[in-house]
């Protein structure tokens, strides 16, 4: 069996589902691929709270009918702030439902470019013929490993994304490596859990966000005449800049040199205040840097650059996401060939468009272009509402209903390989 569909959206996260919801109300014909949400239910901690603030965490849609406000209006319930992951998850669901609800919840496998269209490989191989595709599928696959690492196996250094029970660690000592908000609320809850936790930071200091706080929170009452010239809604680095983040197309036309320290000042690693209580108890090791990490026997013995060592049960690595296009399994490398790539990111035109035309990239792939905005849910609004713009103001005369012409039919026919 097989399809065609003008727009195949690949990943049910914030920005696909943002993307289905804009297409919709264009009336551009479009499918969506894999589980709703399912990033946040696999990669990402029960128990964790969401570091982005209210205003920030709405996935976007045109009318603005599907907010965290009007979920929580059906719900008929107040829901806590910080937003709760699970919260965040049920949410994200409700707008798949609401916005994508013929979702088909197959993986994408494969993506190849085909004449004037490209092929979408689903897991269990069918085929379908798409006119454009949005790539929407998050950073887990781009989790990043230091090689210092590479010698103790997996199940004893893992990543954070490979984690989303962290009971399981219950009576285990665990160093968390990482100085940001994923390491910091990872050794909280590691903690809490029952873990004995030392987290060991790179960083002389920890940064903690004001986020939280009692300045912080009257600073952002909507009754505060000040909060709408210090915090725009995404609220993504420090007063000033949180502006130019706030503004991928301004982002977009500065060199290259500036976007790296925009990028570095405005995500920076660091952890909301309120995290900071939840710390007591977890030994925090400043301004060190782990240099070797060996098994012996069941245990993991780490170096440090002060010639300490540690014996650990496991070593938890909060240590990031590096995208690297060129490592997405699911693109056939002559499709990465032909995509110009600067450190990784592809170079995306206004319409988040690749520079093989009809390739289009959403979220964290997206940040090389347009800044630190895309590796948050706040960034859905600029991104749907500029790719839905241009796929619109793109579109060919090629239907759906045409798509069984000549050329088509003839890909149609190729073997499944
Ligand atoms: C620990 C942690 C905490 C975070 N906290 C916040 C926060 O508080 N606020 C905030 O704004 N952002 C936060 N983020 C960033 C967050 O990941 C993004 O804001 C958001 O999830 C980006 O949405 P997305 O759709 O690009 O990616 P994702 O949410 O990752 O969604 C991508 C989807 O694509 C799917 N997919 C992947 N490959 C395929 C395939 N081959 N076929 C089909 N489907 C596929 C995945 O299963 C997934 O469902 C956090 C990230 C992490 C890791």
């Given at each position: ?177 990482g100085g940001g908000q994923s390491a910091l ?16 930071v790179r960083a002389?200091?920890i940064h903690?966000l ?54 570095r000042?405005?995500i920076r690693p660091a952890g ?46 909060a240590t990031g ?97």
């Open positions: 069996m097989s399809g065609t569909t003008q727009v195949a959206i690949v990943g049910a996260g914030p920005y696909g589902l943002a993307a289905a919801a804009h297409l919709r109300s264009a009336n551009v014909d479009f499918r969506v691929f894999g589980k709703a949400m399912e990033s946040w239910e696999r990669h990402m901690p029960a128990g964790m709270l969401l570091r982005s603030y209210w205003d920030g965490s709405h996935i976007s849609d045109p009318r603005g009918d599907l907010t965290l406000d009007r979920y929580q209006r059906a719900l008929g319930v107040q829901l806590p702030r910080p937003v709760r992951r699970d919260d965040f998850i049920n949410y994200g669901q409700w707008f798949q439902r609401k916005a994508a609800s013929e979702l088909d919840g197959r993986r994408v496998t494969r993506i190849e470019a085909a004449s004037k269209c490209f092929r979408v490989m689903l897991e269990d191989s069918e085929s379908v013929w798409a006119q454009r595709v949005v790539i929407a599928t998050g950073i887990a696959s781009f989790a990043w490993r230091p090689r210092q690492f590479e010698a103790v196996p997996p199940a004893l250094a893992s990543h954070s994304s490979d984690h989303c029970d962290l009971g399981r660690f219950a009576g285990q000592r665990v160093v968390v490596v609320e990872s050794a909280a809850l590691l903690h809490e859990s029952g873990a004995t936790v030392e987290v060991i002389p200091e903690w004001r986020y939280g706080t009692r300045l912080h929170t009257w600073l952002h009452n909507q009754s505060n005449p000040f909060r709408r010239i210090l915090y725009p809604p995404s609220d993504i680095g420090p007063p000033g800049l949180n502006w130019i983040v706030d503004t991928p197309d301004l982002f977009r036309r500065l060199p290259l040199a500036v976007h790296s320290r925009i990028e000042r405005a909301a205040g309120w995290l900071r209580p939840r710390m007591n108890g977890v030994r925090i090791t400043t301004g060190r840097v782990i240099i070797s990490a060996n098994l012996v026997g069941q245990q993991v013995r780490l170096k440090l650059d002060d010639g300490t060592e540690r014996w650990v049960d496991h070593i938890f690595l996401y590096h995208v690297d296009i060129s490592c997405c399994a699911f693109l056939a490398p002559d499709l990465v060939r032909s995509l110009r790539l600067v450190n990784g990111y592809p170079e995306l035109s206004a319409g988040f468009e690749a520079s093989l035309p009809g390739l289009h990239f959403l979220g964290a792939p997206a940040a090389g272009t347009f800044g630190p905005l895309m590796r948050f849910v706040a960034g859905t609004k600029y991104a749907a509402s500029a790719l839905t713009r241009s796929i619109v103001g793109q579109a060919t005369n090629l239907a759906t209903s045409q798509v069984a012409s000549h050329e088509w039919d003839g890909l149609a026919q190729t073997p499944d390989t």
